[in-house]
T-cell receptor
Framework: DADVTQTPRNRITKTGKRIMLECSQT?????MYWYRQDPGLGLRLIYY???????NKGEISDGYSVSRQAQAKFSLSLESAIPNQTALYFC????????????FGDGTRLSIL | AQKVTQAQTEISVVEKEDVTLDCVYE???????LFWYKQPPSGELVFLIR??????QNEISGRYSWNFQKSTSSFNFTITASQVVDSAVYFC?????????????FGGGTRLMVKP
Protein backbone atom coordinates (compact mmCIF):
# COMPACT_ATOMS: atom_id res chain seq x y z
CA ASP A 1 0.00 0.00 0.00
CA ALA A 2 1.18 3.53 -0.77
CA ASP A 3 2.36 5.62 2.19
CA VAL A 4 0.73 8.77 0.79
CA THR A 5 -2.56 8.20 -1.01
CA GLN A 6 -4.40 10.74 -3.08
CA THR A 7 -7.97 10.42 -4.26
CA PRO A 8 -9.20 10.73 -6.89
CA ARG A 9 -6.32 10.10 -9.28
CA ASN A 10 -8.12 11.81 -12.12
CA ARG A 11 -11.04 14.20 -12.21
CA ILE A 12 -12.76 16.12 -14.95
CA THR A 13 -15.30 18.71 -13.93
CA LYS A 14 -16.96 21.91 -15.05
CA THR A 15 -16.29 25.52 -14.24
CA GLY A 16 -18.02 26.65 -11.06
CA LYS A 17 -18.18 23.23 -9.41
CA ARG A 18 -16.87 22.58 -5.93
CA ILE A 19 -14.16 19.95 -5.81
CA MET A 20 -12.38 18.23 -2.98
CA LEU A 21 -9.11 16.35 -3.30
CA GLU A 22 -8.21 14.00 -0.49
CA CYS A 23 -4.85 12.98 0.87
CA SER A 24 -4.15 10.39 3.52
CA GLN A 25 -0.86 9.10 4.88
CA THR A 26 0.34 6.17 6.93
CA UNK A 27 3.83 7.54 7.58
CA UNK A 28 2.91 9.21 10.85
CA UNK A 29 4.35 12.52 9.68
CA UNK A 30 3.30 15.78 11.30
CA UNK A 31 3.62 17.96 8.24
CA MET A 32 1.52 17.83 5.12
CA TYR A 33 1.56 19.92 1.95
CA TRP A 34 -0.43 20.55 -1.20
CA TYR A 35 1.35 21.52 -4.43
CA ARG A 36 0.24 22.06 -7.96
CA GLN A 37 2.38 21.30 -10.99
CA ASP A 38 2.13 23.22 -14.21
CA PRO A 39 4.37 22.63 -17.25
CA GLY A 40 7.61 24.60 -17.00
CA LEU A 41 6.79 25.95 -13.55
CA GLY A 42 7.72 22.99 -11.42
CA LEU A 43 5.71 22.47 -8.27
CA ARG A 44 4.30 25.41 -6.37
CA LEU A 45 3.09 25.28 -2.80
CA ILE A 46 -0.61 25.95 -2.20
CA TYR A 47 -1.02 25.26 1.54
CA TYR A 48 0.81 23.44 4.27
CA UNK A 49 0.02 22.19 7.74
CA UNK A 50 2.31 21.51 10.69
CA UNK A 51 -0.25 19.61 12.70
CA UNK A 52 -3.96 19.02 13.17
CA UNK A 53 -5.92 22.27 12.80
CA UNK A 54 -2.78 24.17 11.78
CA UNK A 55 -3.12 25.77 8.33
CA ASN A 56 -0.66 28.01 6.50
CA LYS A 57 -0.84 29.65 3.10
CA GLY A 58 1.73 28.86 0.51
CA GLU A 59 2.78 30.70 -2.61
CA ILE A 60 -0.50 30.32 -4.53
CA SER A 61 -3.37 29.85 -2.07
CA ASP A 62 -5.98 32.07 -3.77
CA GLY A 63 -8.97 30.05 -4.93
CA TYR A 64 -8.14 27.10 -2.65
CA SER A 65 -8.88 26.04 0.90
CA VAL A 66 -7.71 23.13 3.00
CA SER A 67 -8.73 21.17 6.04
CA ARG A 68 -6.60 19.12 8.47
CA GLN A 69 -9.02 17.38 10.80
CA ALA A 70 -6.73 14.46 11.58
CA GLN A 71 -2.99 13.91 11.52
CA ALA A 72 -3.28 11.46 8.67
CA LYS A 73 -5.61 13.47 6.43
CA PHE A 74 -5.26 16.74 4.56
CA SER A 75 -7.90 17.75 2.03
CA LEU A 76 -7.77 20.45 -0.62
CA SER A 77 -10.91 22.19 -1.85
CA LEU A 78 -11.63 24.33 -4.87
CA GLU A 79 -14.80 26.19 -3.92
CA SER A 80 -15.65 27.29 -7.45
CA ALA A 81 -13.34 25.72 -9.97
CA ILE A 82 -12.02 27.70 -12.93
CA PRO A 83 -10.16 26.45 -16.01
CA ASN A 84 -6.77 27.84 -14.98
CA GLN A 85 -6.86 25.52 -11.99
CA THR A 86 -6.39 22.65 -14.41
CA ALA A 87 -3.15 21.05 -13.23
CA LEU A 88 -1.53 18.07 -11.58
CA TYR A 89 -1.91 18.25 -7.81
CA PHE A 90 0.42 16.60 -5.34
CA CYS A 91 0.12 15.97 -1.65
CA UNK A 92 3.32 15.51 0.35
CA UNK A 93 4.30 14.72 3.91
CA UNK A 94 7.41 15.20 5.99
CA UNK A 95 8.77 15.00 9.49
CA UNK A 96 9.72 18.16 11.36
CA UNK A 97 13.33 17.87 10.23
CA UNK A 98 14.06 20.16 7.29
CA UNK A 99 16.86 17.85 6.20
CA UNK A 100 14.44 15.05 5.45
CA UNK A 101 12.84 14.73 2.03
CA UNK A 102 9.18 15.21 1.49
CA UNK A 103 7.28 12.12 0.42
CA PHE A 104 4.78 12.61 -2.36
CA GLY A 105 1.56 10.95 -3.34
CA ASP A 106 1.03 9.82 -6.91
CA GLY A 107 -0.81 13.00 -7.86
CA THR A 108 -4.32 13.97 -8.93
CA ARG A 109 -4.80 15.11 -12.49
CA LEU A 110 -7.58 17.71 -12.46
CA SER A 111 -9.19 19.14 -15.58
CA ILE A 112 -11.65 22.02 -15.39
CA LEU A 113 -13.72 22.48 -18.53
CA ALA B 1 13.74 34.88 -1.30
CA GLN B 2 14.85 31.47 -2.38
CA LYS B 3 14.83 30.49 -6.02
CA VAL B 4 15.84 27.47 -8.07
CA THR B 5 16.60 27.66 -11.77
CA GLN B 6 16.85 24.75 -14.15
CA ALA B 7 17.76 26.44 -17.39
CA GLN B 8 17.48 23.32 -19.52
CA THR B 9 13.81 22.68 -20.16
CA GLU B 10 14.40 19.66 -22.41
CA ILE B 11 17.39 17.49 -23.20
CA SER B 12 17.48 14.70 -25.72
CA VAL B 13 20.30 12.15 -25.81
CA VAL B 14 20.94 8.78 -27.33
CA GLU B 15 21.24 5.80 -25.05
CA LYS B 16 24.67 5.34 -23.46
CA GLU B 17 25.52 9.01 -23.68
CA ASP B 18 26.39 10.88 -20.50
CA VAL B 19 24.14 13.80 -19.64
CA THR B 20 24.31 16.57 -17.03
CA LEU B 21 21.29 18.38 -15.69
CA ASP B 22 22.02 21.83 -14.33
CA CYS B 23 20.58 23.39 -11.19
CA VAL B 24 21.37 26.86 -9.89
CA TYR B 25 19.87 28.18 -6.68
CA GLU B 26 19.58 31.41 -4.73
CA UNK B 27 19.26 31.69 -1.00
CA UNK B 28 20.21 34.11 1.75
CA UNK B 29 20.60 31.38 4.30
CA UNK B 30 23.88 29.71 5.11
CA UNK B 31 22.16 26.49 6.09
CA UNK B 32 19.96 24.81 3.54
CA UNK B 33 19.25 21.52 1.80
CA LEU B 34 19.14 20.63 -1.84
CA PHE B 35 17.18 17.78 -3.35
CA TRP B 36 16.69 16.07 -6.67
CA TYR B 37 13.46 14.32 -7.58
CA LYS B 38 12.60 12.24 -10.62
CA GLN B 39 9.16 12.22 -12.25
CA PRO B 40 8.85 9.31 -14.69
CA PRO B 41 6.10 9.28 -17.34
CA SER B 42 3.77 7.58 -14.85
CA GLY B 43 3.72 10.88 -12.95
CA GLU B 44 4.84 10.10 -9.41
CA LEU B 45 7.72 11.96 -7.76
CA VAL B 46 10.66 9.88 -6.67
CA PHE B 47 13.23 11.23 -4.24
CA LEU B 48 16.81 10.78 -5.49
CA ILE B 49 19.19 12.65 -3.22
CA ARG B 50 19.54 15.22 -0.46
CA UNK B 51 22.60 17.36 0.15
CA UNK B 52 23.13 19.83 2.98
CA UNK B 53 24.96 23.10 2.54
CA UNK B 54 27.87 22.08 4.72
CA UNK B 55 28.70 19.01 2.74
CA UNK B 56 30.32 19.78 -0.59
CA GLN B 57 31.49 16.28 -1.27
CA ASN B 58 30.31 14.94 -4.55
CA GLU B 59 28.20 11.84 -4.41
CA ILE B 60 27.96 8.86 -6.70
CA SER B 61 25.24 6.26 -6.71
CA GLY B 62 25.61 3.78 -9.53
CA ARG B 63 25.23 5.69 -12.79
CA TYR B 64 24.11 8.84 -10.97
CA SER B 65 26.43 11.48 -9.58
CA TRP B 66 25.91 14.90 -8.10
CA ASN B 67 28.27 17.87 -8.10
CA PHE B 68 27.58 20.47 -5.42
CA GLN B 69 29.52 23.71 -5.74
CA LYS B 70 28.68 26.32 -3.18
CA SER B 71 30.89 28.93 -4.86
CA THR B 72 28.68 28.91 -7.94
CA SER B 73 25.42 27.98 -6.13
CA SER B 74 25.02 24.94 -8.30
CA PHE B 75 23.96 21.37 -7.69
CA ASN B 76 24.29 19.52 -10.97
CA PHE B 77 23.20 15.97 -11.68
CA THR B 78 25.01 13.68 -14.11
CA ILE B 79 23.73 10.41 -15.50
CA THR B 80 26.47 8.24 -16.95
CA ALA B 81 25.69 5.82 -19.76
CA SER B 82 22.07 6.92 -19.95
CA GLN B 83 19.30 4.38 -20.47
CA VAL B 84 15.81 4.68 -21.88
CA VAL B 85 14.43 4.16 -18.35
CA ASP B 86 16.11 7.41 -17.34
CA SER B 87 13.60 9.30 -19.48
CA ALA B 88 11.73 11.52 -17.05
CA VAL B 89 11.34 15.03 -15.76
CA TYR B 90 13.92 15.85 -13.11
CA PHE B 91 13.37 18.51 -10.47
CA CYS B 92 15.89 20.25 -8.30
CA UNK B 93 14.56 21.72 -5.04
CA UNK B 94 15.80 23.83 -2.14
CA UNK B 95 14.78 23.94 1.51
CA UNK B 96 16.07 26.60 3.86
CA UNK B 97 16.53 25.35 7.40
CA UNK B 98 15.03 28.39 9.04
CA UNK B 99 12.09 28.90 6.77
CA UNK B 100 8.69 28.19 8.12
CA UNK B 101 7.30 24.80 7.37
CA UNK B 102 10.21 23.03 5.76
CA UNK B 103 8.92 24.27 2.45
CA UNK B 104 10.51 23.19 -0.77
CA UNK B 105 11.13 25.58 -3.63
CA PHE B 106 11.28 23.71 -6.92
CA GLY B 107 12.94 24.51 -10.18
CA GLY B 108 10.87 24.30 -13.34
CA GLY B 109 12.19 20.85 -14.17
CA THR B 110 14.24 19.38 -16.99
CA ARG B 111 12.63 16.84 -19.30
CA LEU B 112 15.19 14.22 -20.28
CA MET B 113 14.48 12.04 -23.27
CA VAL B 114 16.79 9.09 -23.84
CA LYS B 115 16.39 7.55 -27.25
CA PRO B 116 17.38 3.96 -28.02
Amino acid sequence: DADVTQTPRNRITKTGKRIMLECSQTKGHDRMYWYRQDPGLGLRLIYYSFDVKDINKGEISDGYSVSRQAQAKFSLSLESAIPNQTALYFCATSTRDSNQPQHFGDGTRLSIL
Amino acid sequence: AQKVTQAQTEISVVEKEDVTLDCVYETRDTTYYLFWYKQPPSGELVFLIRRNSFDEQNEISGRYSWNFQKSTSSFNFTITASQVVDSAVYFCALSEVYNAGNMLTFGGGTRLMVKP
